[in-house]
């Protein structure tokens, strides 16, 4: 069959309405020779598409509910451009010729090793085989040979007279020199050549299909074949039947190629009558083919499967800036990214052709997408809020006739609002590279659906080898029959609200995890499903350098429909990118969650997750607009810890943490000060986004670093040991027995507040840890309990709620730096708790998933 496919060279930026036109081209062919097809409407009266990608790429309103359509019609263009795009037309036809060239060389190779065992006893292939198998290959090689050469020294020519575009206009551009049309006419006029290939097609590939199956020697040779090929000449892997079919896919390729050059060149140019007549042969040729050449045939890979449908579902395509919501199916050989069209009444639906990407050397990397602008998540908010009431009008919608139209309006509208929100909200980027250079962003609300697709696509690509190029035509016709999904992920698609999905607050406190494979900065992420009201994922921050990370950190989400929770576990080893370890996925059963933490220790591949999960119900409040998260600089520590769900406030332990990974032998750690510019930058991050703080922190000077410690306590409304505390921890220094006198500041400390006692542990747990490497960071305890003293502790303001008689300024020096060093020299102090006991019941033992 001649399989009609886009020319891909060619389909570049300069070029947006190339896949339309190849699409238009492929369908007259077909028609005129009686292929029923289902026939798309020309770019001016498009039907309305569902899914509004344009309108929604656009923005143009939030809130938008009706179809705008934009057709595909290409700008008017300067002759100017119209020249430089030409220009890069003929240099992509350059190297596709060379590309095709270098296959048909390593499709000949064999040919005279092949005649020479003819003519032996034991031969691999009979002299009629090979002349069957070889026939009109050698002069098509020729043909190509000639025209490219001609081509090649043309384009030089005129690169080397015209390195740059130059300011000339109109017939004075120097584009309209360089004449080429007599080149591809006098191509076109032996393309007869492949008349007798195509008719010997058939027979050629049965030959080669039969050998390989019967002589291990011809096999061998069948599954080796190499080119050099790529930009960068590396050597790739070829079947026999792929490199035959090579000149096959060319043949259709040349109308459409033809068609390309001649809409980029101007009517005034010297080539337009010669590229004209050569695009009349050559689909006159094209027409005249033998039909029954054409008949559909199943295409057999490299590793003699059959391609396959692996893996489908909706994606966002970035393409030059704008989002676009695609179909993507993964075959066994290749990605297909196409666009669904609904069909209007009494139709098919249909799918549009928009790239494919074989795997043989596709490289994947995925990253998360920099943060949205104000205005954009102004917008997403905008649109979050008209679901949420459609979602309450919905709810609200009286019986009947009226109320069955009217729920149908909302549900339509709510759907249309969904999907502009599914367009642009995702912010986690899969970038696909080939090895022929060309590249593809795909974007995913969820990590853990990247992921899915990650794995799918890599598996694949393991010793995969060049296949049977696709039939284009025929395997997006297929797409409706194949595909899996048949809808794109709407929450409010779905006809029967589930009585057990969870509508409140959902609480997931990430503790710790565990069975790393090696030492490794880590973080969680957590996903719910439902309605995309409010946020749906969230994460926590990196922890350090571990085999046995701990957050205990709360996560909070507001759900709508939430029935499961996906959980991730992501390693980030240095200069290297962000890995998935591992995720799973735990159904929400709101019966056993309600108002009581149930924990759940879950197996994340080879990695273990230990969380708590706590569920809410209540009425929602409408979203609200991105808040940053609430300050801790300057703010009660009792606030702070509060808010986080923990004892010892995150600030603290990851300063800590950060200090004894890579502080322990600073000279002076805590006594020099750090760059004052970076330990404003990260109070600043604290105070806004605690992930992106602590992700900082981690480059940051490690002296900056312990400098954002000391200014968290300095900055204290009221200080870590309580006011009132001053005048009776300075009377136990009178106290000269040192046992007795821990006792009683033992005692004074069990009244502070538990946030300030359980911090204030730790805290001293890590400066006597400090002055274990005395001798390599110079800092004793008698020096730390100076830097800290003032800190911690701090004498009551004279007349605010003081009675007491007043304390000079140098001995309130002295018990500040005093205390805290008696704390320091304390060897049995009881163990700080960082995060707040979680009231799961004594029968809700750890649950393995």
Partial sequence: ??????????????????????????????????????????????????????????????????????????????????????????????????????????????????????????????????????????????????????????????????????????MSH???????????????????????????????????????????????????????????????KYTFEALLYKPLDRVTKTTLVLRDLLKTTPVEHKDYVALQETLRLSRSFLSGVNESSQRKRE????????????RDGFVVDVSEGDRNLRHLFLYTDLLLCTRFKHATRGKQDQYRFCWYLPLAGLKL????????????????????????????????????????????????????????????????RLELHSPSDKSHTLLFSSLYELEEWREAIYKLTTDNIETVPPDLLTLTSACVKLRMTQQPPLQSSNAVEDKEALCGTLSVAIHSACSLQQPTCVYVCVEVDGYEFYNKQAQTHSSVHSLNPHWDQELCFQVDGAQNL???????????????????????????????????????????????????????????????????FC?????????????????????????????????????????????SMLKAAFNSNLREAVTRLRSAEVNAVSGVLKLYFRELPEPLIPTELFQSLARTLDIQDMDSRLVSMLS???????????????????????????????????????????SLLRPPVAGVGHD???????????????????????????????????DTDPEDATTHI
């Fill in 1 to 170: 069959m001649l399989r009609l496919q886009s020319f891909q060279p060619v389909l570049r930026g300069e070029d947006l309405r190339a896949p339309m036109d190849i699409y238009q081209e492929a369908v007259r062919y077909l028609e005129s020779h009686h292929v029923p097809v289902v026939v798309e409407a020309e770019p001016d009266v498009l039907e309305e598409d569902v899914f509004q990608e344009e309108a929604v790429s656009c923005f143009l309103s939030p809130l938008q509910t009706e179809s705008i359509d934009f057709p595909d019609t290409p700008t008017l263009c300067s002759p100017e451009e119209m020249l430089e795009r030409r220009l890069v037309v003929l240099k992509g036809i350059l190297e596709s010729e060379e590309v095709y060239l270098r296959e048909l060389e390593a499709l000949l190779m064999p040919m005279k090793a092949l005649r020479a065992s003819a003519g032996t006893s034991q031969p691999v292939l009979s002299s009629r085989q090979v002349q069957t198998v070889f026939y009109q290959v050698p002069e098509l090689r020729d043909m190509h040979q000639s025209f490219y050469s001609g081509l090649k020294d043309r384009l030089s020519a005129y690169c080397q007279t015209h390195p740059s575009p130059g300011e000339e206009r109109e």
């Fill in 804 to 838: 007491g008689p007043a304390v000079d300024i140098s001995q309130e020096v002295v018990v500040q730096v005093q205390v805290v060093f008696s704390y320091l020299q304390c060897n049995n102090l009881p163990e700080a708790q960082i995060s707040v006991p979680y």
């Fill in 174 to 236: 120097p584009g309209f020199e360089l004449i080429v049309g007599d080149l591809f006419l006098k191509m076109v006029n032996q393309i007869g050549l492949y008349g007798g290939f195509i008719g010997n097609y058939e027979e050629a590939v049965e030959i080669v299909r039969k050998c390989t199956q019967s002589d291990p020697r011809f096999r061998t040779l069948a599954e080796s074949m190499m080119s050099n090929n790529g930009a960068d000449k590396a050597r790739t």
């Fill in 748 to 790: 004074l400390l069990q009244s502070c507040p538990d946030a300030n006692r359980h911090t204030f542990l730790y805290l001293i747990r890590h400066l006597q840890r400090i002055s274990e490497r005395q001798d390599i960071n110079k800092m004793s305890l008698l020096n730390l309990a100076t830097v800290f003293g003032p």
């Fill in 635 to 679: 703010v009660p520590i009792e606030t702070v810890a509060q808010q986080e769900g923990v004892l010892v406030p995150h600030v603290v332990r990851c300063c800590v943490e950060e200090v004894e990974r890579r502080g322990m032998a600073e000279v002076g750690i805590y006594r020099i000060s750090g760059t004052t510019s970076e330990i």
């Fill in 299 to 310: 295409v057999t890979l490299s590793h003699g499967l059959r391609r396959q449908l692996m």
């Fill in 566 to 632: 996906r959980v991730l576990c992501v390693g980030q080893s240095d200069g290297q990118d962000e890995a998935v370890l591992g995720k799973t996925t735990l159904k929400l059963e709101s019966k056993s969650l309600i108002e009581r933490w149930r924990r759940r220790t879950l197996q994340l591949g080879q990695v273990e997750v230990t969380l708590s999960l706590k569920y809410n119900p209540h009425p929602l409040e409408p979203p609200s607009s991105a808040a940053q998260e609430q300050p801790v």
């Fill in 365 to 428: 990397r995925w990253v998360a997408d920099q943060e949205r602008s104000c205005d954009t998540n102004l917008r997403l908010h905008t649109i979050r809020t008209k679901m949420y009431l459609l979602r309450q009008q919905l709810q609200q919608q009286a019986k009947g006739y009226r109320g069955l139209h009217l729920a149908a309006r909302s549900r339509k509208k709510l759907e249309q609002m969904e999907l502009m929100l599914l367009t642009h909200s995702p912010h986690y």
